[in-house]
Structures are given as structure tokens and as C-alpha cells.
């Protein structure tokens, strides 16, 4: 698995573990919910600002979410 299709599975696994909606988490994010779905369906990579968002949004550090991300590539 590469690391862009963990960064998707784990996203919506986070989200989902939060009870967040995509609209929430985009809202939250300060995203649009096209961009959420995107990510989420690994049609679209993130921005270092994006996941910097993301992870602020979902009450993480970037450090947590890289390394979930990371801990499910090997």
C-alpha cells in the first residue's frame, strides 16, 4: 500500500473514530467538502498546509497523523 492510499484510509478512519462528518471536518478544517471527498477517495494529495489543517481539525498533531499514515504503508 502506498503511502498516498494510507493517508486516504486514515483520514476517513480518524474522522470517522471523532463521530465527524465530512461536512464537519471540513468546516472545521476550513476546507470545502469536494476537497474532504477527495482526499478521502485518494483522488487529490494533500498540502503540507491542508494536513497542517487537517490534523489541528481532528485534534492531532501532524506528527501523529504522519505516523499513523506511515505505521500503515509497511
Not at 468546516?27 to 489541528?56: C, D, H, V, Y
Amino acid at each position: 500500500m502506498t503511502a498516498r492510499m494510507t493517508f486516504s484510509r486514515v483520514l476517513k478512519e480518524i474522522r470517522q473514530s471523532k463521530g465527524y462528518s465530512q461536512e464537519h471536518l471540513a468546516f472545521e478544517a476550513g476546507l470545502s467538502m469536494r476537497s474532504i471527498s477527495l482526499l478521502e477517495g485518494n483522488k487529490q494529495q494533500p498540502t503540507i498546509t491542508t494536513m497542517e489543517n487537517l490534523s489541528k481539525a481532528l485534534g492531532i498533531t501532524m506528527v501523529e497523523f504522519i505516523q499513523a499514515v506511515e505505521a500503515g504503508v509497511h
